[in-house]
């Protein structure tokens, strides 16, 4: 399928999704739909330098609340829109991102994972002992009950899950021409081996560093608009261990490297956390990534695409 009709049956989808969205006329499915679409543009970003290139990422948290702390800065400082201030959350997430793959992208496996784990403590010690952004005190974001789109007052939600609508646009955009690229077959190469695709002459760092200025840039995009929906910004709920883990549960569950396992999984676990949040208790979502991480290891560790592909080749014989 070309790129060009692609695009235009995923912005179908997305505008049949916010229609419906309207229909039902209840606040809280937008709310509850800015937290699935968030999880989206986060699956999809780590599964860039995670799914493509084999680098597992124990540091989405800390490109998120980059992007987070971004606006409250720019809110502090010079307030902006909404859409720039998702543009400049993706800029400095990106240089964050290029940054730390240029110091710790020649380490591998483990030692990689725990670097950018590291990456996060120490911007979460940073955030807690500057107290222009709030500090560990946290800081509030006023924001309007309504703003005026194209001439139409909408609720201040509706605005924020319609932004976020268009980032998970763009993120899977973004992923799938990665994917199809020779970028992707680059990505690919150093996934499969690493050292043969550098006696090939493969440029791996080039590469690598690109995937995770990526990758991060597009965390920092998915953090930028959160203050503005949660309304009040402390650093344990920009670096909270949610983030981290769904963003690798998700691809995991869905399927790494392709751009619609990430989508997948983090519809599936998103709505059933949501679900859970509203019937039993937000503290169970942790319990929710455990259990189905396990049952996808044993019964498809290629995740649902993977468990589906099998299926049609056994079908085919």
């Given amino acids: 399928?070309?790129?060009?009709?692609?695009?235009?049956?995923?912005l179908a989808a997305a505008a049949?999704?916010?229609?419906?969205?309207?229909?039902?006329?209840?606040?809280y499915y937008f709310f509850a739909g800015y937290t699935v679409l968030q999880f989206i543009v986060l699956a999809t970003a780590w599964n860039i330098l995670g799914g493509y290139c084999g680098y597992v990422n124990f540091g989405s948290a800390a490109?998120?609340?980059?992007?987070?702390?971004?606006?409250?800065?720019?809110?502090?400082t010079y307030p902006l829109p909404i859409p720039l201030l998702i543009v400049a959350g993706g800029g400095i997430a990106g240089i964050v991102g290029l940054g730390m793959g240029y110091l710790t992208l020649r380490l591998r496996g483990s030692f990689f994972a725990i670097a950018t784990l590291a990456?996060?403590?120490?911007?979460?010690t940073l955030v807690v002992n500057w107290d222009y952004v709030g500090g560990s005190r946290g800081a509030y974001i006023i924001r309007p009950n309504?703003?005026?789109?194209?001439?139409f007052e909408i609720p201040y939600i509706e605005y924020l899950f319609l932004l976020m609508l268009i980032l998970t646009?763009?993120?899977?955009?973004v992923a799938r021409t990665i994917e199809r690229s020779r970028l992707g077959f680059g990505f690919a190469t150093i996934r499969d081996d690493e050292l043969a695709a550098e006696a090939c002459g493969v440029p791996t760092l080039r590469l690598k560093l690109i995937a995770t200025t990526l990758s991060g840039a597009l965390m920092g995009m998915a953090g930028a608009p959160f203050p503005y929906y949660i309304g009040f910004l402390q650093p344990q709920s920009a670096f909270a261990l949610e983030y981290a883990v769904?963003?690798?549960?998700?691809?995991?569950?869905?399927?790494?490297?392709?751009?619609?396992?990430?989508?997948?999984g983090a519809?599936?676990?998103?709505?059933?956390?949501?679900?859970?949040?509203?019937t039993i208790s937000s503290a169970v979502n942790v319990l929710i990534v455990g259990v189905l991480l396990v049952a996808f290891v044993i019964i498809a560790p290629n995740g649902i695409v993977g468990l589906v592909q099998n299926m049609m080749r056994r079908e085919r014989r």
Avoid: D, E
Avoid at 18 to 24: D, E, G, N, P, S
Avoid at 63 to 74: D, E, P, R, W
Avoid at 169 to 173: G, H, Q, R, T
């Fill in 267 to 278: 519809v599936l676990l998103g709505t059933i956390q949501q679900v859970a949040t509203v």
């Fill in 63 to 76: 490109f998120f609340a980059v992007g987070a702390y971004t606006s409250v800065f720019l809110h502090k």
């Fill in 146 to 151: 309504t703003i005026n789109v194209a001439g």
């Fill in 119 to 124: 990456l996060a403590v120490v911007l979460q």
């Fill in 169 to 173: 646009v763009v993120a899977i955009m």
């Fill in 246 to 264: 769904n963003s690798i549960a998700m691809p995991m569950i869905g399927g790494t490297g392709s751009w619609i396992g990430p989508l997948i």
């Fill in 16 to 27: 049949a999704f916010f229609a419906f969205a309207q229909l039902v006329s209840n606040n």
């Fill in 1 to 10: 399928m070309r790129s060009r009709t692609f695009l235009l049956i995923v």
